[in-house]
C-alpha cells in the first residue's frame, strides 16, 4: 500500500476543488425539501460542478449513472438518482458527491432533512456528524490511522448504532480512491502514520439498527439489512503537524 503525500501545489489544487464542492452541497441543501426528485437533485449538481469548470467525479465511475449518490431512509450510500423518486416530508437523505478540479478530487456527504423529521432520524443524522468530529480529533501527524477509525466507532456505537462495516473512507488525490482504506470502527492493528500532506476521505455510515447492509438488484444502492434507517457524513480532510485542514467545509 503507498498513501501519497501531496506537495504545496497540489494542496492548493485540493484546498480549491474541496471549496468548490463546498459550495455545490450548500446549494444542494437549499434545494432539499419535499416534492423533489432525487432526479432533479442530480440535475442541479451537475450543472453547479461543470459551471466551475470542474469534471464530476462520480459520473461513470465504475458505470455510475449519475453525478451523486441519493440515498434516502434504510438506503446508506450509493442510491441511484430517478425521476420517480419524489422526496416526502419526515424522509431523510444522504448526498455524496465529488468533483475533479485540474485534476484533483474532492469527495464529500451530507444527510439531510427533507421537512420535520423524527427526533429518531434528527439524532441518528447529528451523532454520524458528530462521529466524524470525534475521529478527526486523532487526524494529526504521528498519530496512526486507526486512532481516527476507532474513535468513530466508538462515538457512534455509544448511541446504540450499527457502524457500517463493508463499506469505509479512502485517501484521495488525483484519483477518487487512493490508498489508505479508512474504516470506521475499531482495528486490532494501528493503520499507517498519519503525514502531513495525506489528504483523506472521511467518511462514518451509521445506521439506527444494526450495522449489517445489503446491495439491491440495481448492484448499486446499499441498504441496511434490518430496514432501519442509515446517515452518511462526509468530508475531504489535510492531515498537518496541527490540527487537520477540512477542504470540503467552509470556515
Ligand atoms: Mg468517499
Redesign the pocket.
Known amino acids: 500500500m503507498s498513501v501519497t503525500i501531496k506537495s504545496t501545489r497540489e494542496i492548493e489544487l485540493m484546498r480549491e476543488s474541496g471549496r468548490l464542492l463546498t459550495i455545490v452541497h450548500e446549494e444542494l441543501g437549499k434545494a432539499i425539501k419535499p416534492g423533489i426528485t432525487t432526479f432533479e437533485i442530480n440535475r442541479l449538481a451537475e450543472e453547479m460542478i461543470r459551471s466551475f469548470g470542474c469534471e464530476p467525479n462520480f459520473l461513470n465511475y465504475n458505470g455510475f449513472p449519475a453525478s451523486i449518490c441519493a440515498s434516502v431512509n434504510d438506503e446508506v450510500v450509493h442510491g441511484i438518482p430517478s425521476k420517480k423518486r419524489i422526496l416526502k416530508e419526515g424522509d431523510i437523505i444522504s448526498i ?1 458527491t465529488g468533483m475533479i478540479y485540474k485534476g484533483y478530487h474532492s ?1 464529500a456527504a451530507r444527510t439531510h432533512a427533507v421537512g420535520e423529521i423524527s427526533k429518531e432520524a434528527r439524532q441518528l443524522i447529528e451523532v454520524t456528524k458528530q462521529s466524524f468530529f470525534e475521529g478527526i480529533k486523532y487526524a494529526k501527524e504521528g498519530n496512526h490511522l486507526y486512532d481516527i477509525s476507532a474513535a468513530i466507532g466508538k462515538y457512534a456505537e455509544s448511541f446504540g448504532y450499527g457502524v457500517v462495516r463493508d463499506l469505509v ?2 485517501g484521495i488525490g488525483t484519483a477518487m480512491h487512493e490508498d489508505p482504506q479508512i474504516p470506521n470502527f475499531a482495528q486490532k492493528r494501528r493503520g499507517v502514520r498519519l503525514q502531513a500532506g495525506m489528504t483523506l ?1 472521511i ?1 462514518p455510515m451509521i445506521n439506527i439498527g444494526r450495522p449489517e447492509v445489503a446491495w439491491l438488484d440495481d448492484d448499486w444502492t446499499v441498504v441496511t439489512e434490518d430496514g432501519t434507517l442509515s446517515a452518511h457524513y ?1 468530508n475531504t480532510i489535510l492531515i498537518t503537524e496541527g490540527e487537520p485542514e477540512i477542504l470540503t467545509l467552509s470556515k
Open positions: 455524496d469527495d473512507g479512502h476521505a467518511e462526509e
